[in-house]
């Protein structure tokens, strides 16, 4: 894995939107089996699983679905900066 995959994976869902406006359902949440929710956490989690890395069992079996969650596993980690790099995680 590479952060300019990551960017890449990311930078071809620019299009994506949620289908009907403002419902929260997207193919991410889809994937994730949590469709209708923030997706946020939940996009970053697709994002890493697509480029190979994935994040593993945070909060739940395909990575994410929180803010919360992932800070605090990033913070478990000691994997949090002030300063990010283009491909970084950022909550």
């Not at 300019?4 to 939107?17: L, M, N, P, R, Y």
């Not at 949590?34 to 890493?48: D, E, M, P, R, T």
């Not at 593993?56 to 992932?70: C, F, L, R, V």
């Amino acid at each position: 894995m590479s952060r300019q995959t990551i960017i890449d994976v990311e930078a071809s869902q620019v299009e994506t939107k949620e289908s009907p406006a403002g419902s929260n359902c997207t193919k991410y949440g889809d994937w994730f089996g949590l469709n209708g929710q923030k997706w946020c956490a939940i996009f970053v989690s697709w994002v890493y699983t697509k480029a190979l890395h994935q994040l593993g069992y945070i909060d739940m079996p395909k990575g994410y679905a929180g803010y919360q969650a992932g800070y605090e596993h990033r913070k478990k980690l000691e994997l949090l900066t002030e300063n990010p790099q283009m491909g970084d995680i950022v909550l």
